[in-house]
């Protein structure tokens, strides 16, 4: 980062005002257990830890399929080290390939050669021949001893980790109630509910009277939201040209684990525990030292990369040989798919965004996406491939009759080699040539992308037929073939990269931690992006004027704040959110109800839905939500003239389905809805209400929670198209003067309209347990 942080002062702590324990108790104590619960779990010192666990375990469907992959990711080790080895030291491949004749053993007890068929055992050395080649190699043995020490290394961790979620999978027993058969039956919405519920009559966190959505996010992703931030200000990942390949954007696996390493948990990190920046950081006046500090740790672990790089590259090719080859070979098409990248993951992601709901979002763009970027064709390479195409399928053609007519034609040397080439070869310039009877509107398929990825950069509106459009998507959507291809490289790039580009940024990401980090009493240090706090980190070209202090460089990129809150309102609706965030909620369905009123009705846009979703795509709508995002998303095409020409129509026709949304009476709960609700929205209901069965009756028997999340997704699909849509009108007009201090609104007054009750989002609750929600009535009351 270019701008200075001189001005910038010290780190500081954020205050809750529902604590008042002292902080320095929190290394100590994190979980209190009762009398009752000691046959239960065993008391947790690091809550990190323990949510995360929890969390863990529920995704990964309980302790069974957790043991068996683990024990499954041993013997995968094992399998491959000793079959490379029994490769490399145990066959013979000249006989194998009938290089040299086989002597077999006559009546006579005489040997004789044989040119005819090679079986496998003559191929195959006896035991004591292989175990002399073994001990004659002495790199074979310090790879094997480099081998064994890992492996028993990962057992240790392997069976540290099963104990732990034994007594995980104990607490979900005795205190959650969740059966371990009906751990897949039960959404994480209500394994959370039931540990904030846990929390008021167990008192878990000795430091937290009150356990809330936001406090469990904060532990499971501390360090994840870290990386997102860092992604948002541009601090990662690395940036270079390349000749012929322009920008690259580099950002592996390996290349992460690294900078994890670096900053949170490893020797030397920023963290001295699993919770607290360590406290010189924490102060500004020690930040150059500190640069040169981390500079020095970051040239070390790229020379600790650099004398493993060549172990860790021969794993990787072993690894990459054994995964793709056979994928490679049945679907030779397979490496031409596209997947989302690492780098994708970490700019398109929320803040306090749990994985399970990245990887949901991220799969329902993954249809659109393809369609986009398959959308480009090169005339020059279509051409190539058609020609390319004839003349490899041509020779095949022949290859295959001689076949059929006469099998002994596979005998002959490599031709079952040209016929697997060949076929490759027609496969792959296939793939080159467009589908002649398809046309695809650039725009309507980037917006479509939008509506399921949420964040755009502000130049493609309007550029998406543009080829540098395409090659930035790229970067976040990549070819399968290219992520293989970075994965193998990254052992050789790693270390340059930590040595050099990233060392050059060692101040700007010592700023960043002291800058973005605040202490929360009862949760510890964290990024200060992941409070989602609108006053001190909103954009004002995102519906943030005049409820923000932020300046430049302490505003998130992309309308991040304001995505990620609405974001975490929708999927968790029990949610109270900071008085100065509810205010811009409210703000936020006021201007949902204010274009709503200009907008076509609800009735008129769904009733469009089956004409616009096939306008979209190749598919009939199979759920309602589809049918929701459609009908917005094609209204501009199917608008009149005069509707077509008002600016924002896009969003006004998103502003009306979200109206109906927001207050619609899907059975959400299963207590009537309060008295004295308006009656406005009734109708509007009546229309979604009665569209949900044929939905779900289309698809199959889906359950409750899953239809109420792909309603919370459609919600907050229209909510990123409707931002985005305002976001560009605000850039089109002229900059606001800026607010004066006096227009911000006071704690106490932000907190008086934040219980006004018609100004809270949307969002879809899981059915909860009658018990639960008569206490949380009166807890209310």
Not at 400 to 421: G, P
Not at 675 to 690: H, I, P
Not at 745 to 755: G, H, I, P, V
Request: hydrophobic fraction near 40%; charge should be negative.
């Amino acid at each position: 980062m270019a701008v200075s942080q001189e001005h910038y002062g010290d780190y500081h702590r954020l205050p809750d005002y529902a604590e008042d324990s002292p902080p320095e108790e929190e290394e100590q104590l994190l979980v209190h257990v009762t009398e009752g619960l000691k046959d239960s779990w065993h008391h947790i010192k690091n809550l990190d830890n323990f949510f995360t666990k929890i969390y863990h375990f529920h995704q990964k469907n309980g302790f069974a399929c957790m043991m068996l992959s683990d024990i499954f990711e041993l013997v995968q080790f094992l399998f491959v080290v000793t079959f490379t080895t029994f490769l490399f030291c145990c066959v013979e491949y000249d006989v194998l390939f009938a290089n040299r004749p086989v002597n077999h053993t006559q009546p006579g007890g005489s040997l004789a050669p044989d040119r005819g068929k090679v079986t496998l055992p003559d191929a195959i050395l006896p035991t004591p021949q292989c175990a002399e080649r073994i001990r004659a190699s002495g790199w074979i043995i310090f790879l094997l001893v480099m081998a064994a020490t890992f492996w028993l290394y990962r057992l240790a961790k392997v069976l540290c980790s099963l104990l732990g979620y034994w007594e995980i999978r104990a607490f979900y027993t005795k205190a959650l109630k969740i059966p371990s058969d009906e751990l897949c039956n039960r959404s994480w919405q209500e394994v959370q509910a039931r540990l904030i519920s846990l929390q008021r009559e167990q008192q878990m966190c000795v430091h937290k009277r009150e356990l809330t959505e936001l406090d469990i996010h904060h532990r499971i992703l501390r360090f994840k939201n870290y990386l997102v931030a860092m992604v948002n200000k541009s601090l990662l990942p690395v940036r270079f040209r390349l000749p012929l390949l322009g920008e690259v954007v580099f950002l592996t696996q390996g290349l992460k684990y690294n900078l994890e390493l670096l900053f949170f948990w490893g020797p030397g990190s920023l963290f001295q525990s699993k919770w607290n920046l360590q406290p010189q950081y924490k102060r500004l006046g020690a930040r150059l030292l500190l640069a040169r500090r981390l500079g020095r740790s970051m040239v070390l672990l790229g020379l600790a990369n650099l004398l493993l790089c060549p172990f860790i590259l021969v794993w990787q090719v072993l690894y990459a040989f054994f995964s793709y080859t056979e994928v490679l070979k049945r679907e030779p098409g397979s490496l031409g798919a596209r997947r989302w990248s690492l780098y994708g993951r970490l700019y398109l992601r929320h803040f306090n965004e749990l994985d399970h709901e990245l990887h949901a979002r991220l799969s329902r763009g993954y249809k659109p996406a393809s369609k986009y970027m398959n959308s480009f064709t090169s005339p020059l390479l279509t051409v190539l491939a058609k020609n390319v195409g004839f003349f490899a399928g041509s020779i095949l053609a022949v290859l295959i009759a001689l076949t059929v007519y006469d099998e002994d034609v596979l005998t002959v040397q490599h031709i079952l080699t040209t016929l697997t080439l060949l076929g490759l070869v027609v496969t792959v310039a296939r793939s080159f040539i467009p589908d002649e009877h398809m046309v695809w509107c650039p725009e309507q398929l980037l917006q479509c992308v939008l509506a399921h990825i949420h964040y755009i950069p502000d130049h493609w509106p309007g550029n998406a037929h543009k080829s540098e459009t395409r090659e930035e998507m790229a970067q976040l959507f990549q070819y399968k073939a290219v992520f293989i291809l970075e994965e193998l490289l990254s052992p050789i790039v790693t270390p340059f990269l930590l040595i050099f580009a990233l060392r050059a940024k060692a101040l700007d990401i010592i700023d960043f931690f002291r800058n973005f980090s605040v202490e929360v009493v009862g949760v510890g240090d964290i990024c200060s992006f992941a409070q989602l706090d609108i006053r001190n980190h909103g954009n004002p070209q995102w519906l943030s004027q005049g409820r923000t202090e932020a300046s430049v460089y302490q505003q998130a990129e992309n309308g991040k704040t304001e995505l990620s809150l609405v974001h975490f309102a929708i999927t968790n609706p029990c949610w109270q959110p900071p008085p100065e965030s509810s205010l811009f909620i409210g703000h936020l369905k006021e201007k949902v109800q204010q274009d709503a009123a200009h907008a076509p009705p609800a009735q008129r846009l769904l009733a469009e839905a089956p004409f616009s979703t096939s306008l979209l795509s190749d598919e009939g709508p199979s759920t309602m939500p589809d049918a929701l995002l459609a009908s917005v998303l094609a209204h501009p095409i199917l608008a009149s003239q005069a509707d077509r020409q008002r600016p924002g129509s896009t969003a006004s026709a998103a502003a009306s389905i979200l109206a109906s949304l927001s207050c619609s009476q899907l059975p959400r709960r299963s207590y009537p809805p309060p008295l004295g609700e308006n009656s406005v929205y009734r109708s509007d209901s009546t229309l979604l209400g009665d569209s949900v069965a044929p939905s779900a009756s289309h698809q199959g028997p889906l359950t409750r929670s899953v239809v109420l999340s792909e309603f919370a997704s459609a919600e907050m699909s229209l909510h990123a198209i409707y931002m985005h849509e305002l976001h560009q009108q605000q850039q089109q007009q002229p900059p606001p003067p800026a607010p004066s201090p006096a227009s911000f609104r006071t704690s106490e007054q932000a907190q008086a309209d934040a219980t006004t009750p018609d100004l809270s989002l949307g969002g879809w609750e899981e059915e909860e347990d009658p018990e639960a929600q008569q206490q949380q009535e009166r807890e209310k009351c």
